[in-house]
């Protein structure tokens, strides 16, 4: 799985994306087949959204669909948190889909 980091109006520190691959390193369970994982972090420099400056976008490229979340918060872990938690939540329902819910087997 190859994790790209994109930073839009803002550095992105080594601590940050080594946090970024630790978070991310936990989806292998729910998408197996994943090939890429984009993370863009970018800044608002809006001082009336600063509740919100810091927004994270997720997109992952797998053998199925592509499945993206993003989140927005004043901190850049906190977005992330909120981001993969929403990701994770997409994630799922997309595996749930690819399952066969009206053939039983026990």
């Known amino acids: 799985m ?40 970018s800044k608002e420099t809006n001082p009336r959204r600063s509740d919100e400056s810091h927004r994270i976008e997720l997109t992952v490229h797998s053998k199925g669909p592509v499945v993206r979340a993003e989140a927005a918060a004043d901190d850049r872990y906190a977005a992330l948190d909120l981001a993969v938690e929403r990701l994770q939540t997409r994630l799922r329902k997309a595996a749930d889909r690819r399952h066969d819910h009206h053939r039983r087997t026990d």
């Open 2 to 41: 190859e994790i790209v980091l994109k930073g839009r109006r803002t550095e992105v520190p080594e601590r940050f994306r080594r946090h970024v691959s630790d978070k991310l390193a936990k989806l292998e369970r729910f998408a197996r087949k994943v090939i890429r994982i984009d993370v863009e972090v």
